[in-house]
Nanobody, 114 residues
């Protein structure tokens, strides 16, 4: 059974940091391209960052470039999203997903507010 389980969300003040984790199981995680997406109520799903499989190249939405870092720990089958200098507009539900959207986790909520 494929599982993607996100964690690490919460309430943080503007300018703060959070690290989201996504524990993967049930498929060959190391070679699979992965991504983070986010969604706020009433808005479309927004792509945040992607990490390729074999070469581990990272790609970012302009809105998060320079502030967010996507990475993986293959030994732990875990995908990460380090989020620094958070802004109120980063508030959303964050989901990890395979790049092709075959699998997606249940999400973790991030709220950036003073």
């Amino acid at each position: 059974e494929v599982q993607l389980v996100e964690s690490g969300g919460g309430l943080v003040q503007p300018g703060g940091s959070l690290r989201l984790s996504c524990a993967a199981s049930g498929f060959p995680f190391t070679s699979r391209a992965m991504k983070w997406v986010r969604q706020t109520p009433g808005k479309d799903l927004e792509w945040v960052a992607s990490l390729s499989g074999s070469r581990a190249s990272a790609y970012y939405a302009d809105s998060v470039k320079g502030r967010f870092t996507i990475s993986r720990d293959s030994a732990k089958s875990t995908l990460y999203l380090q989020m620094n200098n958070l802004k109120p507009e980063d508030s959303a539900w964050y989901y990890c997903s395979t790049e092709d959207e075959t699998f997606r986790g249940q999400g973790t909520q991030v709220t950036v507010s003073s």
